[in-house]
């Protein structure tokens, strides 16, 4: 499964949710009100979780957050799977 990244707003602050499918469930962060700390915490997450996910991963984040976090984060392809003879 995808690992999918959500940044939103929540209670005056943000909210960053992680669901992977490497063996971890849902996680959740709630990070400052600051779009820089909520856009460092995507950018964690999505170079721990969607990185290492060999069926990629997507970022969704209001556009505020989205701007601060490295283009090449938003979306990571998935791996080409190797093939075995």
């Known amino acids: ?3 999918t990244v959500i940044v939103r707003e929540y209670q005056g602050g943000y909210q960053v949710t992680v669901s992977t499918g490497q ?3 849902e996680m959740v962060y709630v990070v400052s009100d600051q ?3 909520a856009a460092a915490a995507a ?3 999505m170079a ?3 990185v290492t996910n060999e069926e990629g991963a997507e970022l969704m984040a209001p556009q505020e957050v ?7 984060l938003w979306y990571v392809d998935a791996k080409p799977q190797k093939v075995r003879y």
């Open 66 to 72: 989205l701007e601060l976090v490295p283009e090449h």
């Open 35 to 37: 779009p820089f700390d």
């Open 43 to 45: 950018t964690e997450a």
């Open 23 to 25: 063996g971890v469930g």
């Open 48 to 50: 721990k979780w969607g």
């Open 1 to 3: 499964m995808k690992t």
